[in-house]
């Protein structure tokens, strides 16, 4: 079968819920991909950072392996020999007390979210049915009934109505909005301390810091959604680091896994995931010790390999040729680390059209807004390839 062919069985036989390029991959290691036709790629979008790692990882696959022999599933009625491991090393990585495993990162979210309220209710003493948690405009948390409650893209909310109450949006990098919106209810202000979806938007410096110390203010929980921007991607652990604040809760997903199994975690202080009592949650495949397993060398290959420093190194080098090209359709290039935003202006015709004329030079990114094209590789990519990338980058901006 043939490029065409899998497009049609998947046109056919599939929800169109994305529009993806046409590109059908069939193998992939480390930055590179490789289609039906052989046609080998430079992966610039690392499935949306989860697989920062890089694809299929030596280390990360045997871990799959080795622990798929053993036992993967045993449910939490019963205990396995990889989680209470995984929570060790979490909190020492991260420095939080305990944190509670789940699979995708809207699920994550979700805890979260229900963490949130409960300790708002049992712990700050909020009346019940009355908390409100404050998100922010742009924002990108996943795609549950509840999380696109408080998205402002209209089309993740368009069909979807009723939605969940409880929640405010702020402007995002506007922490006088947030003083403004708070109530006697608050409970918690959720936020991306750099924006994925939205754009690859960095907020105002100072910034994060500056809604942390409203938040504690106030006894309301600062929870950090590092989903996409944390485990290196922004070239540091987490990219609320670069504030110097400690969220009160902090969501990861994506690379905890590197891209190898859905892997997702809360990760706070016993004050706050305390308030979960047996029963109150759950997830059969939550904390499952494959998960677990691949996890746990996840995090393993990501300090081992000085993962977050190269994507801070390169990330740097990166965006600074970037900035030096002097396309006259290049609004704006952002991001920090391996994490990096081209805004065009509109007058450019879209991002998508850039990235099709890359994939046809072998490099695969992914307009993300209309207007931005996204560039965050794998964070094992070397200075050479990114060159590589650079020079093609550098024409098709200018050229198409
Ligand atoms: C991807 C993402 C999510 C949702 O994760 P899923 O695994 O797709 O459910 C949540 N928050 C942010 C910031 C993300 O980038």
Redo the contacts with the bound molecule.
């Keep these: 079968m043939r490029t065409q062919d899998y497009i049609e069985l998947e046109e056919k036989f599939g929800a169109h819920n994305y529009h993806p390029l046409n590109v059908v991959i069939d193998r992939a290691e480390g930055v590179w991909v490789y289609d039906v036709e052989g046609k080998k790629y430079l992966d610039c979008l690392a499935a ?3 697989v920062n790692q890089g694809h299929c990882h030596p280390r990360i696959i045997n871990a799959l392996k080795a622990q798929a022999e053993k036992v993967t599933l045993t449910s939490r009625a019963f205990r396995n020999n990889q989680l209470p491991l995984l929570y060790k090393e979490l909190s020492e990585l991260t420095g939080y007390e305990i944190s509670l495993p789940m ?7 979700e805890t979260a979210l229900k963490a949130a309220r409960k300790w708002g209710y049992k712990v700050k003493g909020v009346e019940e049915h009355q908390a409100e948690i404050i998100t922010c405009t742009n ?6 009934i509840s ?1 696109i409650s408080f998205s402002t893209e209209a089309q993740y909310r368009d069909g979807f109505g009723p939605f969940t109450p409880g929640f405010k949006i702020v402007d995002y990098g506007n922490a006088k909005e947030l003083e403004k919106a708070i109530t006697k209810n608050t409970v918690a202000f959720l936020v ?1 301390p750099i ?3 939205g754009g690859v938007v960095v907020p105002p410096e100072g910034y994060l810091k500056e809604a942390f110390d409203i938040c504690k203010k106030d006894n309301i929980l600062f929870i950090a ?5 944390g485990l290196g991607r922004s070239g540091k652990l987490f990219a609320f680091q670069y504030e110097s604040i400690k969220p009160d809760v902090v ?1 990861i ?2 690379a905890l896994s590197g891209g190898c199994y ?1 892997v ?1 975690a809360v990760l706070s202080d016993r004050e706050v995931l305390g308030v979960f009592k047996p029963g109150d949650h759950g997830s059969t495949f939550g904390g499952n010790p494959l998960g677990a397993a691949v996890a746990r060398e996840s995090l393993k290959v990501l300090v081992e390999e000085n993962l977050i420093e190269r994507s801070y190194e390169l990330g740097n080098y990166f965006m600074s040729e970037l900035k030096k090209n002097n396309s006259a359709y290049i609004k704006e290039v952002r991001g920090k680390g391996l994490f990096i935003g081209v805004e065009l202006k509109p007058e450019a015709g879209g991002a998508r059209r850039f990235c099709e004329a890359l994939m046809a030079r072998g490099i695969l990114c992914k307009e993300t807004h209309e207007n931005v094209i996204r560039f965050a590789p794998p964070l094992v990519i070397k200075k050479e390839e990114i060159d590589w990338a650079l020079t093609h980058i550098n024409e098709v901006l200018v050229t198409i």
């Design positions: 949306y950072s989860a699979n995708s990162g809207a699920e994550a979210v924002n990108f948390a996943g795609r549950t999380i991306e924006q994925g979806e959604d590092e989903i996409q921007c969501i997903g994506k859905p997702s």
